[in-house]
């Protein structure tokens, strides 16, 4: 189905406020640095998404995610739920930096529009669309190529803001500790009261 035929379901799904930009949120032309270098997708893990992010404009992230053969699913062809996993890093990227609110994907929904081949790179542009109360509204593109070549996968995302004892009661309060003693990551520069 062609992507003007799919039903277009009101987004953000919900009355929501203009997000606010943090002041210290990186600025336009800010390349991102991996927030956890264990992160399958944009650590420095084996066979993971290596998805390298670049703050743009008007509140645009711009990620890219080079597909290999190792991110397969039919032959020669990107896995969709690894495509999934490209647009839940690029959504939680945007948000984090953009907003500095720690925050969980609650709900990501996908369009698979065109095929993605092995050796292309996906171009993905994630903005923050609105905000309600704890829940924040993002969604992306991808484009095959370049910014602006077709686009093959859509996603939106809900994020739930949390407090960081969210990571150290059901996750690796250690590994917590090395993500947030980044010089970038320092508690103060977030807004951490969900
Ligand atoms: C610089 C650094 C960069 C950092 C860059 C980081 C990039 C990382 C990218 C990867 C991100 C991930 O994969 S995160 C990992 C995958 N996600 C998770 O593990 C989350 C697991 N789920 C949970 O822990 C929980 O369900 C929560 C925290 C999401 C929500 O639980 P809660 O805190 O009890 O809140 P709860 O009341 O249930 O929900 C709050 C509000 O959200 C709504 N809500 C919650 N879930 C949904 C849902 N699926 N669909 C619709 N609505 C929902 C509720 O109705 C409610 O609305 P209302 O009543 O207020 O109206």
Redesign the pocket.
């Known amino acids: 189905m062609s992507d003007e035929r799919r039903p277009a379901n009101p987004w953000p ?2 009355e929501t406020q203009r997000p606010e930009i943090h002041p210290k949120a990186p600025g336009p032309g800010t390349d ?1 640095e991996m ?2 270098t264990e ?1 399958f ?2 650590g420095d893990v084996d066979n993971g998404l290596h998805i390298h992010s670049t703050v743009g404009e008007s509140g645009v992230v711009h990620s890219r995610f080079p597909v290999t053969r190792a991110h397969q699913g039919a032959p020669g062809l990107a896995h969709g739920g690894l495509l999934a ?1 490209a647009f ?2 690029a ?7 953009l907003l ?1 609110r ?7 929904e996908t369009d698979f529009l065109r095929p993605v081949p092995v050796g292309t790179t996906l171009f993905i542009a994630a903005r923050v669309d609105g905000v ?4 924040i509204y993002a969604s992306a593109d991808g484009h095959l190529n370049s910014a602006d070549g077709p686009v093959a996968v859509r996603a939106r995302g ?3 803001q ?1 407090g960081l004892e ?1 990571f150290t009661t ?1 996750g690796d309060a250690d590994a917590l500790a090395k993500f947030t003693q980044a010089p ?2 320092r508690h103060d520069d977030w807004d951490i009261n ?1």
């Not at 959504?91 to 930096?97: A, E, I, P």
């Not at 309600?132 to 829940?135: T, V, Y």
């Open positions: 799904p919900v991102l927030h956890y992160c997708g944009c996993c839940d890093e959504l939680g990227s945007t948000v984090g930096n500095r720690p925050a969980v994907t609650g709900k990501l309600a109360g704890r829940k809900l994020f739930i949390v969210h059901h970038r990551l969900p």
